[in-house]
Every structure is written in C-alpha cells, then in structure tokens.
C-alpha cells in the first residue's frame, strides 16, 4: 500500500506542475492536470483531504520537507522528540501526521532527495547579482553531446555534482526523469526547462547547456537550450518567476543566437549573463 506520504507528495508535485503550467505554459493541459489534482484529493481519507484544502487556500506548498532538524519551509527549529517522530513516520510507512509548530503544514522526512552543497557566500564578499545568484560558469555545457532528453539531463546534472552544487547527480537525474514524464518541460523556441523540487539545503541552482543541432526533448519540441534547476521547496513560487524570466530572455532571437554561438564555458557564461541582464534580478 502507498503511505499516506508519498499520497500527499504526488498530490503536491501535481499542484504545483499546475500553477507552472499556468505561469509559463500554453494552457493545452489545464483540464487534465485539474482534474488529476481532484482525483488525487478525492483519494484521501476525508480528514486529510480537508485539512489539505484548508492550508491550500493560504499557500500552494502544504507538505513542508524537514531538513537538519528544521521545517525547511518556514525554517522553525523542531523540538527533538517531533524530529524523531517525523523519521519514525517515515521509517515506518505510518500514516501519521506531523504538522509544523509555526507554518502548520504537513511535516516529512525527506532522506531519499539529492542536497546542496554548494558554497555559502560569507558576508564579506559582495553580494552576486542577477543570474550569479543562481549558476556560475562551471554550470555552463556548450555544444552538448545529448541528443535526447534523458541524456541532456544527465550531462547537466553530472555538471551539478563535480562543480560540487549537489551531492547525488544520479538522484536528481531519476527525479528529474519522473517530472518530465508527468508534463514536458519542452516548450516553443527551442527551450526546455528540465527541474527537480525539494533538493534542500541551500539555493536554487541552474546549470544551462546549449546544442545546435537540437536536443529531440518531447515528440513536439526540440530542444537548443536546455536550463537544468535544483530547487529548494520553499523558493518553488520564486522559480516559476526566474523560468518566466529566462523565457523572456530567451524569446528573443538574438539572444538565443549568441548563447548558441558559444563555444566554451567562459562565453556561454558571458552570453548567459547579457542575456538576462534584465530579466533576471
Ligand atoms: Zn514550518
């Protein structure tokens, strides 16, 4: 039997893929992401399924993952003996509920995820801005050797792991894999967004590969420009402004030319970086 768990994980993915499809999709999977949603909520027990509605109606994220001892959503520290039973929970594929003491959403251990581990910036050093925030140049993959989805996937994530931003490429590359059979990421102009939600400890990471002669992503879209992101649950409401932000950018024939034209790190990264000046703050 399915715990309750990974019921309410799936039922959270899926709200989530839904508000994507509404920020920067062609809206031709509304219906059917609605009513896979309902159909996934009619499924709980009756009070889960309400106590779900009720922290829905304040915030899309209601499954909070706990990380470090901590609701890596609000951040509130948990007292010990929540923190063990919350593993328990998991351990034992029980169906009981924990809830954050301060954000009141549904607490879970989160042991089969990929982490970051990148570098915290120290307060002395100037604070990075626009798309520094989130990728570097060792993140950037000109002229990738994939020629299909999952092969583009693993290339960036690999590239995830040796420039050290997070500890298992192999995870996020089945996670990955997963989201994309739910609803493609591919979308018009040659972009594809490939992503991994719930990968704590540290920030949102986007590590970018180029290939001109296309990347076959879905049966519809081929794919020129492949953005891979590592993202934290609590930024999920960020990252849909970033993706909107970097389709902008890369909307614009110009400025898809001149990443395609690179042909090593240090350019794509310079490209990367004009590109998306202003879209990305
Ligand atoms: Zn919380």
Redesign the pocket.
Known sequence: MQSLINHLLQLQELVLILDEHRATGDGSHLERLAHDVEALSDGLPVPTRDFVRRLLKNDHIFI?PMYNG???????RLPIGMIQSVRQAHDLQSDDLHT??????I?YEASESAHWTGVTHSRTEPRKMGIARFSSQTLMIPNMKAAKRDDAIIELANAMQDAKFVDDASKLVSAAIERENILSTGMENGLAFPHVRGVEGGGLTLALGTSRKGIAFDPEHKANIVCFLAIPTAVSAFYLRLVAGLSDSFGKAQNRASLLAANDQDSLWKALVKATRYSVK
């Open positions: 909070a901590a609701c890596a959503i609000c951040g509130m954050c003491p301060s954000c009141a959403r607490l």
